[in-house]
């Protein structure tokens, strides 16, 4: 301890955390990708307060959220607290601006959510959420294009082999009406949404525990919802089953729409699958809903969900207003993305590095630096004429490709050393040669 | 009111906003272009908790910042507050982070922050920061780069007659030194700093009443920071009054260096402006300060500003970490751009809408809106078949600047019809010309 006011330890709360270059540089490009995406759909960004009146964030939740709220009493003595999805903030936003918005409205939110979660799972207190919705129109074009962005943004990312699970509860609905179990929907839902987990019997069991399933009827509904095939032989088949039903058909012809656009779209078919099992979301989603799964990390679980719901904002609004959207999970997508080896080259901060070779040159080094940047690529000039080794030391750990050396001799000569620290070998460049070089070593 | 649950009033905290598109997209791509500058240079993202404990957040603060801080105790006891600036936060990350993360080191970090403050005079309680620094080093490259930073973002975000203008604390502390004033410096330059605010003879009258200087001493403090001319005519004259003295002449020579680089970037002249009137940050700045206006709208005030300081993390470690960085103003960036008609066609969510012309084509309509994107096109394909006026305007008044219509008869051809709404004019174009065509009308 010196003799001055003792030192502050420096550490972040539990739960929360830093993000280091290393960290903040991949998620970074990751939602740059992912906003390009938003934005070639004609999706535009809005943004909401982190702090809201306590009042309408907790006007929907359970006492669940309640409790994982930092809540507390400002300076003016409101009751606040910081939001915990960005759903809610939605809703409150677009009950309060969709009059001038206009509809149908179509947005992306990307921004950090705060909940005071249970820490032992890995899990985070402060976390970035990814919205994007239609809101304002019951037409399948925008469940359709949901999907479609869905691929796109994990195409964009690098993903390779990957299968949105599509359903529509009507499909769902229709099924249990047809069978005479309407009422009893939601128990049967809650059961059916387990099946992944805890396998077909189970689920048959608790149906006809909790909900007064008779067990042929419990074999149809399992039997119906785990029918295999192609996506077209799936819609075949529940055509034959329950397209007599109303509900079930208005289902099934957008599952139909939905197979059609992916076709035409030239995505390819494994891409998509239709899974009659998944439900989601059993008090909100009431047509599409979606999961996406990676085939190489099956385990992960679905990192984009969502599906189409009946009324946004009714807790702040008499106005009706249904949509479509998904949450896309950038945390699991990054993890997704280190283990299957797409983050790499994304850790580097610069393309060049320029060694400070005498001080008296920085001039020199400050005008090359720049033409490299005009040109678009991305220069580190080293502050301090320091020696070599330090330097390309710097350069390497940073894992900056490209060093660039220019001492006296090369000066005198009009050339730089352009040593590629990938496989340390040294070429002499011109300096007219310098710009079309470096990007051809990229 | 309904005979449901009361409606909650959807409202924000006063202070506090949404962002809808019309905010959320220009702000977006003025963060966007800044970013892409912060890159070019090889500087790297990082970000830091919203919430952290109390402690390391008052640890510097006087009871200003204290007041308005966002502070409570969270649901396991600790006391917590939200950030009240970029800066702090960085140097608990720097005394916590720096060890493993290698010096110098080049980070910038945008991010919101809170601050209960007075609502008055169009403050907000949340506003976005935006900082870049690069710490570990005493090299005046890392001042110059800085100053370069700072000229390519304005020139980025389209800016044309701007002016940075630096002063070099040394160069003041030697002029008052010279004067034997030295342990008058603070007040001395408390003074100073409102030279601009109520005029020279206040100044000296200031002066004169808190830190002793006789009239004469005053009257060569001001002469000396207002001296007039180019750039190398106050540094010459700076040479001739105060070169004799060491620090001084440090500061002079580092100015030197600094206008020497600019001249080597190719950057005008009249862009950087050396102002030995300025102080900034009293406590904190201890060499080159930088302040940025506007010329067509000087009233604004400085819209990026920083300095040299000698130890950023002292409180929360031992380690010495002198830097330089600085701040950009990006609510008051925005305002100004939107002033100077810089925003203009930030807004159109899509480049190209497509009319649905009937249902029963959207898989048509799907195709040619992803050929587009594939070429680069922000598309917005319209989600239901309405009748084509309500399309057209609503395309119209999202600002998107060409519609793409393929009715029946068009499909039948080959071709579509291309409606620029900017003029109203109509042209049919063959689809495998649409591509081209499109993209040399934007």
Redesign the interface.
């Known amino acids: 301890m010196?003799d001055?006011?003792p030192?502050?330890?420096?550490?972040?709360?539990?739960g929360?955390?830093?993000?280091?270059?290393a960290l903040?540089?991949p998620?970074?490009q990751m939602i740059?990708k992912v906003?390009t995406v938003f934005?070639?759909?004609?999706?535009?960004?809005?943004?909401?307060?982190?702090?809201?009146?306590a009042?309408?964030l907790t006007?929907k939740g359970g006492d669940e959220s309640d409790?994982q709220m930092?809540r507390?009493?400002?300076?003016?003595g409101?009751d606040?607290a910081?939001r915990f999805d960005l759903t809610v903030p939605f809703a409150?936003?677009a009950?309060?601006?969709i009059g001038?918005?206009?509809t149908?409205f179509?947005?992306y939110h990307v921004g950090?959510v705060?909940r005071?979660e249970n820490t032992q799972h890995g899990r985070y207190r402060?976390f970035y959420q990814c919205d994007f919705d239609?809101i304002g129109?019951n037409?399948n074009?925008?469940d359709?294009?949901i999907a479609?962005i869905i691929h796109?943004i994990l195409a964009a990312l690098g993903f390779e082999r990957f299968s949105i699970h599509v359903n529509h509860r009507l499909v769902l609905n229709g099924l249990l009406a047809s069978l005479g179990l309407a009422e009893g929907a939601p128990a049967i839902l809650r059961a059916l949404d387990k099946l992944a987990k805890i396998g077909a019997e189970k689920v048959a069991a608790e149906m006809q525990a909790t909900a007064a399933v008779a067990p042929e009827q419990a074999r149809q509904i399992l039997e119906t919802v785990q029918i295999k095939g192609s996506n077209s032989e799936i819609l075949e088949e529940l055509e034959k089953k329950i397209g007599q039903h109303e509900r079930a058909a208005t289902g099934i012809a957008n599952l139909r729409?939905l197979l059609?656009?992916f076709?035409?779209?030239?995505i390819p078919e494994n891409r998509l699958a239709l899974d009659v099992s998944i439900a989601r979301g059993l008090d909100y989603y009431t047509g599409t809903v979606y999961e996406t799964l990676l085939d190489d990390l099956p385990g992960i679980g679905s990192i984009c969900s969502g599906g189409r719901y009946d009324d946004l904002?009714?807790?702040?609004?008499?106005q009706h207003l249904p949509g479509v959207g998904a949450s896309l999970g950038l945390d699991r997508l990054m993890a997704a993305m280190d283990e299957l080896g797409l983050l790499q080259d994304s850790t580097a901060?610069?393309d060049v590095?320029v060694v400070?070779f005498t001080?008296e040159s920085?001039?020199?080094y400050?005008?090359v630096s720049?033409r490299l940047?005009d040109a678009g690529?991305?220069?580190?000039?080293?502050?301090?004429a320091k020696g070599m080794g330090k330097q390309l030391k710097?350069a390497d750990?940073k894992g900056?490709p490209l060093t660039l050396i220019g001492g006296p001799d090369e000066m005198a000569k009009g050339v730089w050393q352009v040593k590629d620290l990938r496989d340390g070998v040294s070429e002499e460049v011109g300096d007219g040669d310098l710009v079309e070089y470096l990007q051809g070593k990229l």
Do not use: C
Request: glycine share 6%; charged share 30%.
């Open positions: 010196s001055k006011k030192l502050i330890q420096p550490r972040t709360l539990k929360f955390r830093d993000f280091p270059p903040a540089m998620r970074e740059d906003r934005r070639s759909y004609g999706f535009a960004p809005i943004d909401t307060p982190a702090l809201e009146y009042e309408i006007g409790k930092y507390f009493t400002d300076n003016g409101r606040v910081l409150r936003f009950a309060q601006h001038q918005l206009g149908p179509k947005r950090p705060w005071g402060e239609t129109t037409a074009a925008a359709i294009e479609l796109d729409q059609a656009a076709a035409a779209a030239g904002a009714s807790l702040y609004s008499k901060p610069a590095f400070q001080e920085l001039a020199h400050i005008a720049r940047r690529l991305r220069v580190e000039l080293f502050p301090e710097y750990r900056i």
